[in-house]
């Protein structure tokens, strides 16, 4: 998806110079930290303050910059694809019959998350919480993002899990949409959590340590 912007408002994506496409939702983090970065840089030659900010300022740009990055990616043809890069933290069966697979998303991942599925988003539910680290038993407490699909496999549940720097969940897409397997749905933002449910009678075809890509990764086994 071809974009030519620079800069954009919170909500809309980013490229720079046509090719580096960054996340949407990203701004209001993003812009504050390459000004400061910029106005220090071009004030270092005349100002020794200036010049000690230059260096903090520009490595947290650069890692803003690389933390917001979104590549574009050939969706994998499944069943069931990763909705985040990341690492399967845990498998666990459910009570209901259905298997949480539980994908702890680091600070080096790109942290936009993918449908799952094709289908139509039949709730998105934001469902108030604490912070803690999402690598914690008690971040099942944590701020989070609930969403619902219609998909051929009937109702998949997917959860954005905020962690304890990641304050913020955008969603990118309304209840009713209909959405493209791998297509953006929407944002965490730095570390964090995605758990998917796969209903019952659906296998998983990846393992506890395993790295995922979101959009990429085989989830369920035929």
């Keep these: 998806m071809p974009h030519s912007s620079s800069s954009a408002p919170d909500g809309q994506p980013f490229t720079t110079g046509g ?109 108030p919480g604490g912070f803690v680290p999402a690598f914690n038993k008690e971040s099942e407490n944590n701020e989070r993002v609930v969403w619902h699909f219609d998909t051929e496999l009937g109702d998949v549940e997917m959860v954005q899990i905020a962690g304890a720097v990641a304050r913020r969940i955008v969603p990118y897409v309304p209840q009713g949409t209909k959405v493209e397997q791998g297509e953006r749905i929407g944002l965490i933002r730095f570390g964090s959590r995605v758990d998917l449910y796969l209903p019952e009678g659906t296998e998983p075809a990846v393992e506890v340590g395993q790295a995922t890509t979101a959009g990429v990764t085989r989830i369920d086994r035929d």
């Design 19 to 127: 090719r580096i496409r960054l996340a949407r939702g990203a701004s209001p983090w993003l812009l504050p930290t390459v000004a400061t970065a910029a106005v220090s840089l071009l004030r270092a030659r005349r100002s020794g303050k200036a010049a000690a900010v230059a260096v903090p300022a520009t490595a947290l740009a650069a890692g803003m910059l690389w933390f917001f990055r979104d590549p574009e990616r050939e969706i994998t043809q499944g069943r069931v694809i990763s909705p985040a890069d990341g690492v399967v933290q845990s498998i666990m069966p459910w009570k209901d019959g259905r298997t949480r697979v539980a994908i702890f998303m680091s600070p080096l991942n790109v942290h936009v998350n993918r449908a799952p599925m094709a289908g139509t988003v039949t709730s998105v539910e934001h469902v």
